[in-house]
């Protein structure tokens, strides 16, 4: 074949033989926008003056403070209840300040007031004491 040889000229053998790749995986030409000025509008350049582009607030609340709508986000949001790390903390405060208390017991509490699982309570424990001591 010379180098003039187009996809229209190959021999019929080449197309007749099975592709390594699904013909699922083949992909089709999309439509690709043309990236002309006119589709965005005017193109602005140095002499053209800055206050005849247009800007992107469309809220009317330029040159306004943004602090009444964080503040109005802030007023909607509710209270979280405690974690279970929190309950588990106060457990084991109220309960290591009494007497004779095992590690058993205050494990069995986080099991049955921080709805934990055994072997969570027993983890717990272990992270609670090393940190509040």
């Known amino acids: 074949m010379n180098a003039k040889t187009t996809a229209t000229e190959l021999p019929k053998a080449t197309t007749d033989q099975k ?3 699904p013909a699922a995986a083949t992909t089709t030409p999309q439509a690709v926008a043309p990236a002309s000025p006119s589709g965005a509008g005017p193109i602005k350049n140095a002499s053209t003056p800055i206050s005849s582009t247009p800007t992107a607030d469309t809220t009317a ?15 909607e949001k509710k209270p979280k209840a405690p974690t279970k790390m929190e309950i588990a903390s106060a457990i084991y405060l109220r309960m290591s300040k009494q007497q004779d ?9 986080f099991v049955a007031e921080a709805k934990l699982s055994a072997a969570g309570a027993s983890t717990y424990y272990q992270l609670i004491k090393a940190k509040l001591g």
């Not at 609340?61 to 007023?75: I, L």
């Open 61 to 75: 609340n330029e040159g306004k403070s943004d602090a009444g709508v964080s503040s109005a986000v802030k007023a």
């Open 19 to 21: 592709s390594a790749a």
């Open 101 to 109: 208390v095992t590690r058993k017991q205050i494990v069995e509490q």
